[in-house]
C-alpha cells in the first residue's frame, strides 16, 4: 500500500498536481510509518524539489540513505542523483560532485527504467554549473534521448527545460529551439505541469533567437500558471527569464522582475540560482546594484550579520568564533550562506561591499 501511494504521488507530481502528490506521501508514510521504505523519501525528495522546498527535499533524500545503502544499486544511485541535484541547487557544489560520482560509478555502462537517466542529467547540470554548456548540452541530451526512447515523455519534460536554458544562456539557438519544439509535442498531452514548462522552454528558445518581448511575454505566462499550480521551484526559473527578457526592452521592469526572482529563489532555498540573479543585477546600474544590495541584506540572519560584519572587519575564521563562542566550522558555514545571500565570493570583496551592505561590527 505504501509503495503504490508513493508511485502514485510522483505520477502526480509529474502530472501538475504537486499538493495531492504531496499528501499522497503524507499518506504513503502514515500506511508504512514503523520502517519507511526508502523509495517514498526519494519520491517525497522530487515533489518537494517543485514545490519549492529544497531543504526539506535535501533531508527525504538523507532519510532515504539512511534507510539503504545507496553504492552498487541501479534502483537506489537514483537517490544519489536525486541528492547531487539538490545538493548543488542549494549552493553545496562538493557534496553534489560526490554525490554524482557515486551514481556514475553505479550507473557506467547500465541503464534501469527513469532511474539511470537522473546521473546523466544531473552530470550535465552540473557541468553548466562550472561553464561547459557544450559538455551540459551533449550529458542532457543523452538523458532525453534516452527517456524519449522508452516513452517516458513527463521525466523528459524537466530535462528538455534545463537544455532549453543551457542552451539559450550559450546562444545555441538550433538546441533551444528543438528543445522548445519537442516541449510543445510533449505538452499535447495536457496536464497542468507540461504546457507551462513548454512555455518556459519556447521563452528560453526566443531569447536566444533575439525575441525579447516573445520571450517575456512567454516567461509571464509560464510564472503565472506554475505558481498558481504551486510549483514554485520553476516559478521562479520563468520568473527570472522573464527578467532577463526585459532588461532588453524595458529596464526598470527587468530589474523589478529579477528582485522577484532573487526573492523566489530565496524562499526556495536555491541558493545557486539566487547568486546568478544577484550577480545580474549587480551589472544593472545603480539601481540594479541597490537592489541586490537590499535584497541580500534582508534575508540575512543576525548571526550571519554579525559573522558577515567580523568578516569585513578583517577578522579570521578562528578569531570570529572565538568572538562569538561558536566554532570555525560553524562559521565557515555561515560565510558560506552569507557569500550566496550577497552575491559576493570572497571575504575581499565582502570588504570591499561592507558599506554598501550596511555591515555593522557586532557590540560583544
Known amino acids: 500500500v505504501a509503495w503504490a501511494l508513493s508511485e502514485r504521488s510522483l505520477m502526480l507530481g509529474l502530472a501538475g498536481k504537486v499538493e495531492e502528490a504531496l499528501s499522497s506521501l503524507d499518506s504513503a508514510l502514515d500506511a508504512d510509518r514503523l520502517a519507511p521504505d526508502a523509495h517514498l523519501y526519494e519520491n517525497q525528495a522530487v515533489c518537494l524539489w517543485f514545490a519549492g522546498r529544497l531543504e526539506e527535499a535535501l533531508g527525504a533524500v538523507e532519510k532515504a540513505a539512511v534507510r539503504r545503502p545507496m553504492c552498487g544499486s541501479l534502483r537506489r544511485a537514483w537517490a544519489a542523483a536525486v541528492g547531487a541535484r539538490l545538493h548543488a541547487e542549494v549552493g553545496m557544489r562538493g557534496r553534489a560532485g560526490s554525490a554524482i560520482e557515486l551514481a556514475r560509478v553505479t550507473y557506467e555502462g547500465r541503464e534501469l527504467l527513469v532511474w539511470s537517466h537522473w546521473a546523466a542529467w544531473t552530470a550535465g547540470f552540473l557541468a553548466w554549473t562550472e561553464g561547459n554548456t557544450g559538455r551540459a548540452c551533449e550529458l542532457m541530451e543523452r538523458a532525453a534521448a534516452w527517456l524519449q526512447r522508452i516513452g517516458a515523455p513527463a521525466c523528459e519534460a524537466l530535462v528538455q527545460v534545463d537544455i532549453a536554458q543551457v542552451a539559450g544562456e550559450a546562444g545555441r539557438t538550433e538546441f533551444a529551439l528543438a528543445a522548445a519544439d519537442r516541449l510543445e509535442e510533449i505538452a499535447a498531452a495536457g ?142 558555514t555561515h560565510l558560506a550562506r552569507v557569500y550566496a545571500k550577497l552575491g559576493v565570493r570572497s571575504k575581499r570583496e565582502l570588504a570591499r561591499r561592507a558599506e554598501e551592505f550596511s555591515l555593522t561590527r557586532p557590540a560583544t
Do not use: M, N
Open 191 to 332: 496536464g497542468r505541469l507540461l504546457p507551462p514548462l513548454a512555455r518556459l522552454g519556447r521563452a528560453w528558445a526566443a531569447l536566444a533567437c533575439g525575441e525579447p518581448q516573445a520571450a517575456a511575454r512567454a516567461a509571464d505566462e509560464a510564472a503565472r500558471k506554475l505558481s498558481s499550480a504551486g510549483y514554485r521551484f520553476y516559478q521562479a526559473c520563468a520568473l527570472e527569464l522573464q527578467g532577463r527578457a526585459l532588461e532588453e526592452v524595458a529596464g526598470g521592469k527587468g530589474i523589478d522582475a529579477l528582485s522577484a526572482a532573487a526573492e523566489a529563489y530565496e524562499a526556495c532555498g536555491a541558493a545557486w540560482r539566487r547568486e546568478g540573479v544577484l550577480s545580474r543585477l549587480g551589472q544593472l546600474g545603480s539601481r540594479g546594484r541597490r537592489a541586490a544590495a537590499s535584497r541580500g541584506v534582508a534575508t540575512l540572519t543576525g548571526r550571519e550579520q554579525d559573522v558577515a560584519a567580523l568578516a569585513a572587519a578583517g577578522h579570521t575564521a578562528r578569531e570570529i568564533g572565538e568572538r562569538l563562542f561558536i566554532s570555525r566550522r560553524t562559521v565557515e
